[in-house]
């Protein structure tokens, strides 16, 4: 038995029908039996729980062989970094309780630094409580998702103009589509680990700029559309203008700016990559 949080998004809702798709069982934890009720028509179990509920996610986690959990991005949350520490504190508590054998979670490329990483430190200290806790953990670690391009569609459409916080604009870095993040998920659980602490990383087809997303859109859409670079100085308030709190705005921006300067680098040079390449993308995007 499998047990699978956030089917809701895009990650999780990849991992739980990957596994039922090759015969697996599954358990998928949700706010509310509404949310579970296409799962439920699949054949999934439901599990009704709140991730800092840890009588209900310990009792949601009793029987699984590993289960998946993420950090929801809550970015317009005024305390967002707490309430994400307080959440993997609450995740680590339950799966202790549960006596979890194995715990796959969505962490991130960078994840082998505590700060300067923005919200990545908070995934950090997710790894750092399964360990201390030793439940056999494999860390996802993916680059940067292909899905971030869907917050600029706005500027895309209206403007003709595909801002970009990756600087200089034909800076190229690992871009991962969510599919191909859920599809490695998935995989680890079925594999279990013989070590405490597995770190998959997980790069992209390719690697792509800015430049070449605003070449992939041009053509998709068949106009064109010019990379702009957004200054640094300018980053917090256009992020807090999108609706991001005043902390996570930060939080994002510093993740940026450790993307650019390369304190976000991905560790295993031979690291797994993606299938879903940015023409793919970008194609079914606009659609």
Sequence with gaps: MFV???????????????????????RVIVRSEEKGSPWKAKGAEVATADLQDITAMTKALEGATGAYFLLPPELTNEDYIGESLKRAEAIVKAATAARLPHAVVLSSVGAQHGDKVGP???IAH??????????????????YFLENIQDMMPAVMHEGVYPSMILPLDFKIDMVAT??????????????PTVRHRVV????????????????????LNRQIT????????????????????????????????INNGRIHFLDADAKK????????ITELVA
């Design 4 to 26: 699978i949080s956030g089917v809701t998004g895009n990650t999780g809702s990849i991992v739980a029908q990957a596994l039922l798709d090759q015969g697996q069982s599954v």
């Design 227 to 258: 990379p702009v670079p957004v200054p640094q100085e300018a980053w917090v308030d256009q992020l807090k203008q999108s609706g991001l709190s005043q902390q996570s705005a930060e939080a994002i921006a510093e993740m940026h700016e450790s």
């Design 274 to 281: 993606g299938s879903v390449n940015l023409t793919k993308f």
């Design 179 to 192: 599919r191909d993040i859920g599809l490695a998920v998935a995989e680890a659980l079925i594999n279990p």
């Design 120 to 122: 990545i430190s908070t």
């Design 126 to 143: 997710l790894e750092k409580l399964f360990i201390a806790a030793s439940i056999p953990l494999t860390a996802v670690r993916p680059g």
């Design 201 to 220: 990383e997980l790069k992209g087809a390719e690697q792509y700029s800015a430049e070449d997303i605003a070449s992939a859109l041009s053509s998709a």
